[in-house]
């Protein structure tokens, strides 16, 4: 077995699906720097994107249309686009180390393509594509469903962004802004879980855990609201 099949290999297993054709996933991970200019169309990830992108929405709505029966369509709206978002992405694709894996031109993994926001949010649509294209709506639907679950918890919400509402209610008072300390990192490569504890001047840590730190400091801005009386416990 190559390298390149001893990474494949890796990949899917984070992945959590198997490839029938690998140029498929290959395709989902080649930036189109890295490729000839007459063959960007053909062999760069640009294609499965853009229907990744339109599988990713269809699936996030249908989850959303059938978990939250009581919801509004504003309400669902908002939810949905942060839920598709490409920072939503980004922080998937850095769940299952996409970056590392991308095939990128020598000059735009000079300059830190493996970790811009707006690459590595195409990179997982890419792979979201290249899975429907391989297996079917149900293979992309369960990779979906189990990746962008925390964040379909955290992003369902009428009132606004807890960190951004933590940060305003801090500057309100004369406090610095709070800081959001990494207690730990437990869990296999492809299934992390992070521990972060939320500081501000003044006040107890309050922690929570999420697949990603960006899960866990909302979820620990929200703690911390509902701790100190500001919003209300979901019920």
Known sequence: MSRRDRTHEKLQFRLGYRFADLDLLERALTHSSAISPGKRIERSYQRLEFLGDRVLGLVVADMLYRRYPESNEGDLSRTLNTLVRKETCADIARQLDLGQEMILGE????????????????????????????????????????????????GHASRADAKTTLQEWAQARGLDPPAYILVQRTGPDHAPEFTIAVDLA???????????????????????????KVWKERT
């Open 202 to 228: 003044g006040f107890e840590h309050v922690e929570a855990t999420g697949s990603s730190k960006k899960i866990a400091e909302h979820k620990a801005a929200e703690l911390f609201l509902i701790r100190h």
């Open 107 to 154: 000059s735009e993994a000079r300059s830190g393509g493996a970790d811009k926001d707006a690459i590595l949010g195409d990179v997982t649509e890419a792979v979201i594509g290249a899975i429907y294209l391989d297996g079917g709506l149900e293979p992309a639907r369960n990779f979906i469903e189990r990746l962008f679950e925390d964040f379909l918890v955290d």
